[in-house]
């Protein structure tokens, strides 16, 4: 496995923390939060399941990244969303990672790996699925097909839709989590588990808390031990730029991180997404 670059003098990719900027940058944060916040609690309040039209997912698209047209899934732009048939649902607006994040994330996966010119002999499996699309980009990146599971019918019914109109290289089931991680065979220390439970009250404007998802981190992290057999593994997880109470750190003890993809903040602290890989021991 090729080591990324070091930035940090200790090995891995350092955490890169940005903040301040000019007052007109801060006063454009400001600015548009409310608009935000407005948009995602009327979203995962009144319209979790309510397919959007295009019109409101480039509202939103422009509220969270200052663009109508940056919240693409699967490789399509809002504005081609309808005509390409996607169902984009009120809860899949607001929960999902976008193209240019979830290709980073592939991106950084796959040259971790050493750039392989095949696909890899390993598994990868998106325990939480919700859009997919983390699972789409590292799928079509490594050449590797992922085993999916959701657990809200809605959404299921949904994301399959969309990974079947985008020809997306992802097996999705219906189901509790735990139930994927028994029909899966482990293969290497390589094996991903992209994870992003439920967040729910976990998450406020003061940040979130990882101890308290649906279900908590480190109970996910039991039952992907318990069925490996002994064997380590790669683990992505998103979090927002606010984790509170040290709960990824907590959760990770004795894991090594090896990378944090943390874009530019738009929003004000608490509200912009972060993803993280790390390599953990059995």
Aim: a positive charge; charged letters at 20%; one cysteine or more.
């Amino acid at each position: 496995m090729r080591k990324p670059r070091r930035h940090d003098g200790e090995g891995g990719f350092a955490y890169v923390k940005q903040e301040g900027g000019t007052m007109e940058q801060q006063d454009a944060v400001c600015n548009g939060a409310a608009d935000y916040w407005r948009l995602r609690d009327e979203l995962l309040t009144t319209s979790p399941l309510r397919e959007l039209h295009p019109g409101e997912i480039g509202a939103f698209s422009r509220s969270v990244y200052g663009c109508p047209e940056a919240m693409a899934l699967y490789g399509v732009p809002p504005s081609r969303m309808a005509a390409t048939g996607l169902k984009i649902l009120g809860r899949i607006a607001v929960e999902c990672t976008v193209d240019m994040h979830g290709s980073a994330i592939a991106n950084t996966l796959y040259t971790l790996l050493g750039r392989p010119r095949r696909a890899p002999d390993m598994l990868v499996a998106d325990l939480f699925c919700g859009a997919g699309n983390v699972g789409y980009h590292i799928g079509r990146r490594l050449g590797v097909t992922v085993q999916a599971s959701e657990g809200d019918a809605q959404i299921h019914a949904a994301t399959r839709h969309n990974l079947e109109m985008t020809k997306a290289p992802v097996a999705l089931d219906q189901g509790d989590y735990r139930d994927l991680l028994d029909q899966l065979v482990p293969r290497g220390p390589h094996d991903t588990y992209i994870v992003e439970p439920g967040w729910g009250t976990a998450s406020s404007r003061e940040g979130l808390d990882l101890g308290a998802t649906s279900p908590p981190l480190r109970e996910i992290l039991k039952s992907i031990r318990r069925s490996r057999s002994g064997k380590p593994f790669l683990l992505v997880i998103k979090t927002n730029d606010r984790i509170l109470r040290d709960s990824l750190r907590a959760a990770l003890t004795g894991g090594h991180h090896l990378h944090t993809h943390a874009p530019a903040p738009r929003l004000p602290r608490g509200a912009n997404a972060h993803h993280h890989l790390y390599a953990l021991p059995a």
